[in-house]
Every structure is written in structure tokens, then in C-alpha cells.
């Protein structure tokens, strides 16, 4: 039994974009402290692809998130809270046997010593995901594939998946894919490389400067870009400082030195953070959705950078983006403006009086 969030869509319709991976029941704590001390907690979703696919579907793309839940009621809320958001959930398919995973956290920057996460996700509906037991002809039908390394940490089967998804084959939608690294999740050493490999076969990645340092030993953006140079695009995300996007100049196939492609850096905003979780799904999101947009590389990374401060002034993963003719006034600031833009909790709201979320130091 599946779910289709958008009213009339035929399960291999085209999307703007699709997204595979695994999404969970998270529950978040009504106070901080420890887990051990916390009495109660609100329940709420999360996974690294369905966040995209919600924030982009409340963006306004057409967009569908592939997965496995279990026939559980939690797979019930996963299902019908990501449809709730406008996103197509035609190719999740229901596993009898396995459950849908679940996560704890405690109210705490994940920055910090004390912030704790307690995963139930080990023989998860979603980690028995193949290449055989999913619809790869839904999968593939957008004009963008997301994914990330998430999913290949999950089993053999998850690892094969994504193998054949990022296989370079004629045809296939533009591969997104985003490092990911969380160590925590691979049964052996081979993650690191396992992640570079998929990395090389993607299109568009994202990576931390920060992962890339704990995956690869590799440091700044140039040294990635040096491990990285297939993928036409390659946006290193480097904390608050900013991001910094590669991208191969046309006219120039094959071409993989520094001088066949453009460099371009954003600083990051400035902004008044209620919790530090959800950010870097919803850089992805903006990125995306201005490529999909067709705008330049500068306003990617802005509106990358918009949907991040919107992620990090809520408690949650997932925000109310800004309403799109907002958002490209924001991102069409010159330098200077941008570089004291100031952005706090209920920005997003405030379409037309820009004072009321822009304070300048």
C-alpha cells in the first residue's frame, strides 16, 4: 500500500526532482538535558532525502521521495506528514516485516559534547532497499536524482542501490549527491572510500569541508575539488564561513584543470540560531531549486545559504521557506548588503517589511 501526496500523479510522471533515501520518526525533547532526564518528547520526522523533498515541494517543484517504511503506524506518519508537504510518495514502498526506523535527540547544539543521539534504525524497513525491490523507472523520472551517502551506509543492498543509480549510463536524470559522511554508520572501514566512489559518479555533490577532512584527509576546497574533478558541480560547504561551487565551464568536455571551470565563493549569513540540525539538507534544497531555475552559480550558493538561515531559526529539521519573490530579492542584494544581512527566528514571515529580519551590526 503507498501513499501519493500530489492529487492526480501517475507514479512515473516526471518531477522536477526525486529523492531516495531513508526517512525516520524523530522524537525531539519537550526540555533540555539528557536523554536519561527528559520525560517527554514531540514527535517529528527526519532523513537527510525526505527533508529535501519537503523543503523543495514547499518551495513550490514538483517533487517525489522514494523510500521504505515499514507497515507500522510510524511508517503511516512518515508517509502521510512528507505527502502533507506537496511531496509525491507514489514510490514508497511498505516492507510487512521490517519496522520504520526511529531516532532520539536531545535539545542541544549537535556541536557540542553533551548533545546525544540514540538511532533505532539497525534492520529498518528502509535499510532493505535494492535495486530489485525498487521502482527504478519512478526513481529516475526527474529531471534531478537526489541522493546521499546516508543510504549506502544502511546494508549492501542500499550500497548496491546507489551503485546503480550514480552508474554513468545515457539518459539518466541529473545525479545529486550529497557526502553525507557519518561514521557511525558503516559496519567497516570502507566508508570513506565507498563515499568518494559514489561522489565521482554523481553530477552535482556536496561536502563539508569539515567531512571531507575526517573522510579523505583532504583540506580546503581545492584539495576536494583536486579528488573530486568528474562531477560537472561541486559545492564544499565550509560551516559559517561559506561555500565555494566549482563548476566545469561549457564548451570544454572532458577539459578537468582549474582553468576549464569557475570558482565562485558566498559568505554565509549572519544568523540567530534556535538549534543547529537541518541546515545542510536545506542548503541543498536552495542550491537545487535555483538550479532548476536556471540561475547563476552566485545565487545558488545565496539561495543555498537562504534555506539553511530558514532551517536554522526553528527548532526542527524542516522550515517554512521564504516565499520565493523574497528570497530572490534577498539573494539579489549586492555584496555588502549580504555580508551584513542579519537573519533571526520568523524572517521567512516577513515578506514585505525586510526591517523586521535584516539588522545590521
Not at 512515473?12 to 533515501?21: K, P
Not at 569539515?210 to 576546497?221: I, N, V
Not at 547563476?296 to 534555506?307: A, E, I, K, N, S
Amino acid at each position: 500500500m503507498t501513499t501519493d501526496g500530489r492529487t492526480g500523479a501517475a507514479p512515473h510522471d516526471a518531477h522536477d526532482v526525486v529523492a531516495l533515501g531513508e526517512s525516520m520518526v524523530t522524537f525531539l525533547p519537550t526540555r533540555p538535558g539528557r536523554l536519561a532526564d527528559v520525560p517527554s518528547f514531540e514527535r517529528g520526522i527526519g532523513g537527510a532525502e525526505s527533508n529535501v523533498a519537503c523543503v523543495l515541494a514547499a518551495a513550490g517543484h514538483s517533487v517525489r521521495w522514494a523510500g521504505r517504511v515499514g507497515a507500522d503506524g510510524f511508517g503511516d506518519h512518515l508517509v502521510e506528514t512528507i505527502a502533507a508537504y506537496g511531496v509525491d510518495t507514489s514510490a514508497v514502498r511498505r516492507d510487512p516485516v521490517r519496522p520504520t526506523g526511529v531516532y532520539f535527540r536531545t535539545a542541544g547544539d549537535r556541536a557540542t559534547d553533551a548533545h546525544e543521539v540514540a538511532y533505532y534504525r539497525a534492520g529498518s524497513a528502509a535499510s532493505a532497499m535494492t535495486a530489485e525491490n525498487m521502482d527504478l523507472d519512478a526513481v529516475r523520472a526527474g529531471r534531478v536524482l537526489h541522493l546521499s551517502g546516508i543510504t549506502a551506509a544502511l546494508s549492501d543492498g542500499c550500497l548496491g542501490l546507489l551503485r546503480e543509480l550514480t552508474a554513468r549510463r545515457p539518459g539518466r536524470p541529473l545525479v545529486s549527491f550529497d557526502v553525507n559522511h557519518r561514521p557511525g554508520l558503516w559496519r567497516d572501514t570502507d566508508g570513506p572510500r565507498v563515499l568518494l566512489e559514489l561522489a565521482r559518479g554523481a553530477d552535482l555533490v556536496f561536502v563539508g569541508d569539515d567531512e571531507a577532512r575526517a573522510a579523505w584527509g583532504l583540506h580546503g576546497p581545492r584539495a576536494i575539488r583536486d579528488a573530486l574533478p568528474e562531477p560537472e558541480v561541486l559545492v564544499v560547504k565550509q560551516g559559517g564561513g561559506g561555500a565555494t561551487a566549482f563548476e566545469r565551464r561549457p564548451g570544454r568536455p572532458g577539459m578537468r584543470d582549474a582553468s576549464s571551470e569557475a570558482v565562485t565563493f558566498v559568505r554565509a549569513l549572519q544568523v540567530d540560531v534556535v538549534a543547529a540540525v537541518g541546515a545542510g539538507d536545506a542548503f541543498a534544497a536552495g542550491f537545487l531549486s535555483a538550479t532548476l531555475r536556471g540561475l547563476p552559480v552566485r545565487d545558488r550558493l545565496r539561495h543555498g545559504h537562504l534555506m539553511a538561515a530558514a532551517a536554522l531559526t526553528v527548532p526542527g529539521d524542516l522550515a517554512v521557506p521564504p516565499a520565493r519573490d523574497h528570497a530572490d530579492r534577498l539573494a539579489a542584494l549586492d555584496d555588502t548588503a549580504w555580508e551584513t544581512l542579519r537573519l533571526g527566528p520568523g524572517w521567512t514571515q516577513a515578506v514585505d517589511r525586510a526591517q523586521e529580519e535584516v539588522r545590521t551590526p
